[in-house]
C-alpha cells in the first residue's frame, strides 16, 4: 500500500504542476498536443501543424492563435509563439541527470473536451529511432510504457518530479510509446527555432522506392538487377528536375558513393556541396547527371 500511495501522490504532484502547461494545438476536436516550455513558448510535433497558424487551447478553456515560431519537420518539432498568460512552463530535467532504462515517467495530455490526462509507465528502452514526417531517421528517441491515446503526441513526458523527459510522437502498439528525447542539446534546438532558425536542408525533389521494390519492379519489366533507389516521383523545378532526372530512373551512386537506402542518400546530401553527381541508371543505360543544388532550400524529404 506505501507504494501505491507514494505513486498516487507523485501523480498528483505532476498533474497540479504541469497540467496548465498542457495544450491542445488545432481548432475543434484538435489535431494534437503541445506544452508551455517558455514564456510565449510552446513546443509540439511538426506533424501536428497544417500551416503558419493554428489554435491552441489551455487547460482552463481559453483558446487563442498561435503563429509558427520555427520547425525542425525532419525531427518532428515546431516551437508556436501564442500568449501563454500566467502559464508556468514545464522545467527541462538536467543534462545531468540522464534517463535511463526503468525511470518511472508520467505521460500528460490535453483530450478532446477539457481536462488533462495522466498515464504513468516506465522508460522502457533509450537510444530508439523513428522516421520523421519527411522520412528522415530521428535518432535517441525514447520508449516508454505510459499509454498514450490518440491525438496525444506533441504531449510531455515528465519524470516523477515533474520535468520534461521527452514529446510524445508514436504510438508502436503492443503497449510501447517513442517520445522525442528532451537529453541531447534539444533544449538549444528549441531556443533557435523559437528564434525562428528553422534548419534548412538541400534536396533532390525525388520520391523513391527502396531497393527491394526497385528489384522487383526491373523484373517484373525484364530488365538487369540493380541495386538502387527508384525515383517514383519527380518534383517539379527542383534540382532533379532541371538536371533531367525522370520518373523510373534509378539512383545507385552519390558524389562516387553507393547508395542502398534512404538514409545513405540523405548522408551524401548532407555532405555536398553546391553541386552533386549521381550514377542513375535509366533501362539499361548508365547516365552521369550533375545536380546543381545552390538553389532555394528547404525541409522535407530527398
Known amino acids: 500500500m506505501a507504494l501505491m500511495e507514494e505513486l498516487e501522490g507523485a501523480a498528483a504532484a505532476v498533474v497540479e504542476a504541469a497540467a496548465p502547461a498542457v495544450v491542445r494545438v488545432g481548432g475543434g476536436w484538435g489535431r494534437g498536443n503541445g506544452v508551455v516550455v517558455g514564456a510565449g513558448t510552446v513546443l509540439t510535433n511538426a506533424h501536428n501543424l497544417r500551416g503558419e497558424e493554428t489554435t491552441v487551447t489551455f487547460a482552463d478553456g481559453r483558446s487563442a492563435t498561435a503563429t509558427l515560431a520555427g520547425v525542425d519537420v525532419d525531427g518532428d518539432l515546431a516551437v508556436l509563439r501564442v500568449d501563454t498568460a500566467t502559464v508556468p512552463p514545464v522545467p527541462w530535467r538536467p543534462d545531468d541527470s540522464p534517463v535511463r532504462p526503468g525511470t518511472p515517467v508520467f505521460a500528460l495530455a490535453a483530450p478532446a473536451g477539457g481536462g488533462v490526462r495522466v498515464t504513468f509507465g516506465t522508460v522502457s528502452a533509450t537510444g530508439r529511432s523513428f522516421r520523421g514526417p519527411a ?123 553507393a547508395v542502398t537506402d534512404v538514409d545513405g542518400l540523405f548522408a551524401a546530401l548532407e555532405r555536398a556541396g553546391e553541386t552533386v553527381r549521381l550514377k542513375v541508371v535509366r533501362g539499361t543505360d548508365e547516365l552521369d547527371l550533375e545536380v546543381g543544388l545552390s538553389g532555394p532550400v528547404t525541409e522535407g524529404s530527398a
Open 135 to 257: 522520412g528522415r531517421l530521428v535518432s535517441d528517441a525514447l520508449e516508454h510504457t505510459a499509454p498514450l491515446a490518440r491525438g496525444s503526441s506533441g504531449g510531455p513526458v515528465l519524470d516523477a518530479a515533474g520535468r520534461l523527459v521527452g514529446i510524445s510522437t508514436h504510438r508502436l502498439g503492443d503497449g510501447f510509446y517513442l517520445a522525442v528525447s528532451a537529453a541531447a542539446g534539444l533544449r538549444e534546438r528549441v531556443e533557435r527555432l523559437a528564434r525562428g532558425e528553422s534548419p534548412r536542408r538541400v534536396r533532390l525533389g525525388v520520391a523513391v522506392a527502396p531497393p527491394a521494390a526497385a528489384r522487383r519492379l526491373r523484373a517484373a519489366v525484364g530488365l538487369p538487377q540493380r541495386d538502387g533507389l527508384l525515383v517514383r516521383g519527380v518534383e517539379e523545378d527542383s534540382p532533379a528536375h532541371r538536371a533531367g532526372i525522370t520518373r523510373g530512373d534509378l539512383i545507385t551512386e552519390v558524389d562516387g558513393t
